[in-house]
T-cell receptor, first 112, second 115 residues
Framework: GQQVMQIPQYQHVQEGEDFTTYCNSS?????IQWYKQRPGGHPVFLIQ?????EVKKQKRLTFQFGEAKKNSSLHITATQTTDVGTYFC????????????FGKGTLLTVNP | DAGVIQSPRHEVTEMGQEVTLRCKPISGHDYLFWYRQTMMRGLELLIY????????DSGMPEDRFSAKMPNASFSTLKIQPSEPRDSAVYFC?????????????FGDGTRLSIL
């Protein structure tokens, strides 16, 4: 089935450093979603990217969708302790935009 | 507005027992999803419904698992009989309908431990 590779698996940074997580698919995607899950919490939707080469910003978070629509990245500028959590990308599969495959996630820890 | 509501939050039971997990989606949402999350396998879609009708149950691991949605405001996921390998966090999520996909709103989850 359709899969998505997400790297790195873990990332530990000092507060104020930048952070990036990447998702790569072997097939062209119609869209990609990003979620954040705090420790002990539930996934929370962050954003959806649809267009080739799309770049969207949410404060210190920058999301990109590759030109070929096969990869995506989430970049956090100047991390804060509130950024701690696992960041997941999710891609549609099986011809349905509702049937999502989630990446394994990148666990971000921030040292204050 | 109330989010997705799941119950119970925690469940500990012995293997062989029947387990029923409950979910109330966000009012007005057309889609309901059941996920399972483990360290080994990550977040997996088990089954999803559209307008109370099961659309895809290919993620349901075995016949011991069943899910129902008798009305737009309630769904259950049942495991009978339960086994230790079913221990996981089970999330329910709901979303609106939309062309390019819609955000999925997750409940707080049920942390299930089968002894």
């Amino acid at each position: 089935g359709q899969q998505v590779m997400q790297i790195p698996q873990y990332q530990h940074v000092q507060e104020g450093e930048d952070f990036t997580t990447y998702c790569n698919s072997s097939t062209t995607l119609s869209n990609i979603q990003w979620y954040k899950q705090r420790p002990g919490g539930h996934p929370v939707f962050l954003i959806q990217l649809v267009k080739s080469g799309e770049v969207k910003k949410q404060k210190r978070l920058t999301f990109q969708f590759g030109e070929a629509k096969k990869n995506s990245s989430l970049h956090i500028t100047a991390t804060q302790t509130t950024d701690v959590g696992t960041y997941f990308c999710a891609i549609p599969r099986g011809g349905s935009n509702y049937k999502l495959t989630f990446g394994k996630g990148t666990l971000l820890t921030v040292n204050p | 507005d109330a989010g997705v509501i799941q119950s119970p939050r925690h469940e500990v039971t012995e293997m062989g027992q029947e387990v029923t997990l409950r979910c109330k989606p966000i009012s007005g949402h057309d889609y309901l999803f059941w996920y399972r999350q483990t360290m080994m396998r990550g977040l997996e879609l088990l089954i999803y419904f559209n307008n109370n009708v099961p659309i895809d149950d290919s993620g349901m691991p075995e016949d011991r698992f069943s899910a129902k949605m008798p009305n737009a405001s309630f769904s259950t996921l049942k495991i009978q009989p339960s086994e230790p390998r079913d221990s996981a966090v089970y999330f329910c999520a709901s979303s609106l309908a939309g062309g390019a996909g819609q955000p999925q709103h997750f409940g707080d989850g049920t942390r299930l431990s089968i002894l």
